[in-house]
């Protein structure tokens, strides 16, 4: 399906650019194509069967946010420290680290809290300030490779479509972002990937000092997210003695985690069955079946992930598009086998399933384990 003209396509997003991020906010919940029987697919003619599984290959790449105990735990949290800071302007707001590996899950769930706080600010707000500005709850800059200061500042005002973004100094970037986040009344402010900042050899002292700058100056709550920021001594409180400035930064910041799936307790076999079973519901192939992935391929999916959304949630996408694409309209164990998945995955499944086929280990809670796999 294409957007409509004169609308942003979502896929062609990138969110760096507010114009981008309010399409996100805004843009309607994909419809799920009807899941159609193989004498329905055999009825439709060439042309509607293209479009069906164009339907169909653009629904599976895109399928979620699904709500995991993580996004859920994340988003509680996220809502209580972001409604407790809304109290007036001088004084210094709690910031949050949401530090986790890569494909747990972190930007999806705080872009889909952010979609979320856009919304209800603007229903409670209006979508202008009292003096006229277009209001911006949140404004969301993704870092890239290497992001120094300066970039970090720039980024910000490209968020804001900024004029003055080419030629200032580190400082008047600087200015001129916090003018923005005042005038358009940001109260949350995610940066994304925060790792790539140039942490350079001053031990993280000069980044530290800009945060705390935006910390303390913007009236928002500072949203980091990144791989590692435990490590940079971003938040560590006496870790790096003597360097005062580390441990301030450390006081007022709340870290959040995203943890894997596990399957060491019942109850993480169980959150592991939920998911499986809200994906069932989610795939659109003519010869799918209830339990074709809670009961029959749990610990495979568990040792091919081991509990990585992101891997999870790769592996099925190319499975469902080779399955619709051979004609085989299921996902079985043998066409996931000739499907890819990230290098990480590969090397941790390995181990894992040594433990799942002898038995030393399940990924299915006891009630669920009557089915045979
Ligand atoms: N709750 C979820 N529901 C569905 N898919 C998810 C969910 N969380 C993550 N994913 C998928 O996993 C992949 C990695 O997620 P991402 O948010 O980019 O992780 P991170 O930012 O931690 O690296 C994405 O492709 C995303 O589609
Ligand atoms: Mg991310």
């Given at each position: 399906?294409?957007?409509?003209?004169?609308?942003?396509?979502?896929?062609?997003?990138?969110?760096?650019?507010?114009?981008?991020?309010?399409?996100?906010?805004?843009?309607?919940?994909?419809?799920?194509?009807?899941?159609?029987?193989?004498?329905?697919?055999?009825?439709?003619?060439?042309?509607?069967?293209?479009?069906?599984?164009?339907?169909?290959?653009?629904?599976?790449?895109?399928?979620?946010?699904?709500?995991?105990?993580?996004?859920?735990?994340?988003?509680?949290?996220?809502?209580?420290?972001?409604?407790?800071?809304?109290?007036?302007?001088?004084?210094?707001?709690?910031?949050?680290?949401?530090?986790?590996?890569?494909?747990?899950?972190?930007?999806?769930?705080?872009?889909?809290?952010?979609?979320?706080?856009?919304?209800?600010?603007?229903?409670?707000?209006?979508?202008?300030?009292?003096?006229?500005?277009?209001?911006?709850?949140?404004?969301?800059?993704?870092?890239?490779?290497?992001?120094?200061?300066?970039d970090l500042n720039r980024a910000m005002l490209e968020f804001f479509?900024?004029?003055?973004?080419?030629?200032?100094?580190?400082?008047?970037?600087?200015?001129?972002?916090?003018?923005?986040?005042?005038?358009?009344?940001?109260?949350?402010?995610?940066?994304?990937?925060?790792?790539?900042?140039?942490?350079?050899?001053?031990?993280?002292?000069?980044?530290?000092?800009?945060?705390?700058?935006?910390?303390?100056?913007?009236?928002?709550?500072?949203?980091?997210?990144?791989?590692?920021?435990?490590?940079?001594?971003?938040?560590?409180?006496?870790?790096?003695?003597?360097?005062?400035?580390?441990?301030?930064?450390?006081?007022?910041?709340?870290?959040?985690?995203?943890?894997?799936?596990?399957?060491?307790?019942?109850?993480?076999?169980?959150?592991?069955?939920?998911?499986?079973?809200?994906?069932?519901?989610?795939?659109v192939l003519t010869d799918k079946y209830p339990g074709m992935l809670?009961?029959?391929?749990?610990?495979?999916?568990?040792?091919r992930s081991t509990g990585h959304i992101g891997s999870l949630m790769?592996?099925?996408?190319?499975?469902?598009?080779?399955?619709?694409?051979?004609?085989?309209?299921?996902?079985?164990?043998?066409?996931?086998?000739?499907?890819?998945?990230?290098?990480?995955?590969?090397?941790?499944?390995?181990?894992?399933?040594?433990?799942?086929?002898?038995?030393?280990?399940?990924?299915?809670?006891?009630?669920?384990?009557?089915?045979?796999?």
């Amino acid at each position: 399906m294409n957007a409509p003209a004169g609308q942003l396509n979502p896929a062609n997003l990138a969110l760096s650019r507010k114009e981008d991020f309010k399409a996100f906010v805004d843009a309607p919940r994909r419809t799920q194509p009807a899941t159609l029987s193989r004498d329905e697919l055999q009825a439709l003619d060439a042309k509607e069967q293209a479009a069906y599984n164009r339907a169909r290959r653009e629904w599976h790449a895109n399928v979620g946010p699904i709500r995991t105990p993580q996004l859920a735990l994340l988003h509680e949290d996220l809502w209580d420290i972001v409604d407790s800071n809304l109290q007036d302007g001088d004084k210094a707001k709690g910031a949050v680290a949401v530090d986790a590996f890569p494909g747990l899950g972190k930007t999806t769930a705080v872009l889909a809290f952010a979609r979320a706080f856009h919304r209800r600010e603007i229903a409670e707000h209006g979508e202008f300030t009292a003096q006229g500005h277009e209001r911006w709850p949140v404004c969301r800059v993704g870092l890239t490779g290497n992001t120094g200061m300066k970039d970090l500042n720039r980024a910000m005002l490209e968020f804001f479509g900024h004029p003055g973004r080419q030629t200032s100094t580190v400082a008047q970037l600087g200015l001129q972002a916090l003018d923005c986040v005042l005038s358009c009344e940001v109260r949350v402010l995610i940066l994304d990937d925060l790792h790539f900042l140039k942490w350079r050899k001053t031990s993280g002292i000069e980044v530290s000092n800009h945060l705390k700058w935006i910390a303390n100056e913007f009236p928002v709550t500072l949203l980091k997210v990144g791989v590692g920021l435990a490590d940079k001594g971003l938040f560590s409180e006496g870790e790096a003695v003597g360097e005062t400035v580390l441990a301030q930064t450390g006081r007022r910041t709340t870290r959040l985690d995203m943890p894997p799936f596990t399957i060491d307790t019942d109850l993480g076999r169980h959150h592991w069955r939920q998911l499986l079973l809200a994906l069932e519901q989610r795939i659109v192939l003519t010869d799918k079946y209830p339990g074709m992935l809670a009961d029959y391929l749990s610990d495979y999916l568990f040792a091919r992930s081991t509990g990585h959304i992101g891997s999870l949630m790769t592996l099925i996408n190319r499975g469902c598009q080779r399955a619709q694409r051979t004609g085989t309209e299921r996902l079985t164990r043998d066409l996931l086998d000739r499907v890819r998945n990230d290098e990480a995955a590969e090397h941790a499944r390995r181990e894992l399933e040594c433990a799942l086929q002898s038995g030393k280990a399940t990924s299915r809670p006891r009630k669920a384990r009557a089915t045979r796999r």
